[in-house]
């Protein structure tokens, strides 16, 4: 048996648009660092960034239940040079009350919600 993946559609937008990719409708927002400030992530987003212009800094969520997700990927390849920041809005990253920076080139990764003390875990798809 041979596994295949069929896309109906590609459509692709620029700037802070939102892009429907396939017959999935996962909908993804590109942030593009610009000297804007107050990007807040929503529950369920995907997410590009593209850090070429400059570091982002990304607040999740303030109230989040088990099982949000949240997905990242490193658009233009660049958080190795500008990092990505994603502000914990008061809820523990990876069981630390810390902020997390992610500097690794073409980064491409999910947050998973599960509790207080664990905070926003990774997750794959």
């Not at 987003?45 to 982002?56: A, L």
């Not at 800094?57 to 997905?71: C, F, H, R, W, Y």
């Amino acid at each position: 048996m041979t596994s295949q993946i069929k896309v109906d559609n590609i459509t692709s937008y620029t700037a802070d648009s939102k892009t429907t990719i396939g017959r999935f409708n996962r909908t993804w927002r590109t942030i593009t660092a610009d000297g804007s400030t107050g990007f807040t992530a929503k529950i369920g987003e995907n997410i590009f960034v593209d850090t070429s212009g400059g570091t982002v800094t990304i607040t999740l969520p303030a109230s989040p239940v088990k099982g949000d997700e949240i997905n990242f990927v490193d658009a233009s390849g660049t958080f190795d040079t500008n990092a990505l920041t994603l502000d914990r809005n008061g809820n523990n990253i990876l069981g630390s009350a810390a902020n997390l920076t992610v500097s690794t080139e073409r980064a491409g990764f999910g947050l998973v919600y599960f509790d207080a003390s664990n905070g926003w875990v990774y997750t794959q798809k």
